[in-house]
């Protein structure tokens, strides 16, 4: 299994930019497809960005398409979200999840989840 712990979460104005980082322990990371995910207070999980396990493919959700950038650094076991343009809507907890199956982290059904980070975007 993978063990995932983000950081990087913060409080920041709107227009601000912010780099979440994922930090992967465990089985070889590099055989993982990775994801970033949200969850606002009374929404559901939402999915963000994806990306295979080679770095070489990227998937993003519409609403953040543009400002949000996936990356992984898999000599370091490190994932990363640049976020830019932070807007108030984008308050949230932020989750980096991994699996096997980049099928499965699409569908936010990912084996891992990391505890999650707070990100709170002031108007």
């Known amino acids: 299994q993978v063990q995932l712990v983000e950081s990087g979460g913060g409080l920041v104005q709107a227009g601000d930019s912010l780099r979440l980082s994922c930090a992967a322990s465990?089985?070889?990371?590099?055989?993982?497809?990775m994801g970033w995910f949200r969850q606002a207070p009374g929404k559901e999980r939402e999915f963000l960005a994806a990306i295979i396990r080679g770095g070489g493919s990227t998937r993003y959700a519409d609403s953040v398409k543009g400002r949000f950038t996936i990356s992984r650094d898999n000599t370091k076991n490190m994932g990363y979200l640049q976020m830019n343009n932070l807007k108030p809507e984008d308050t949230a907890v932020y989750y980096c999840a991994a699996d096997q199956s980049f099928h499965n982290v699409l569908i936010i059904n990912p084996g891992y989840w990391g505890q999650g980070t707070q990100v709170t975007v002031s108007s």
């Open positions: 465990g089985r070889t990371f590099s055989s993982y497809a």
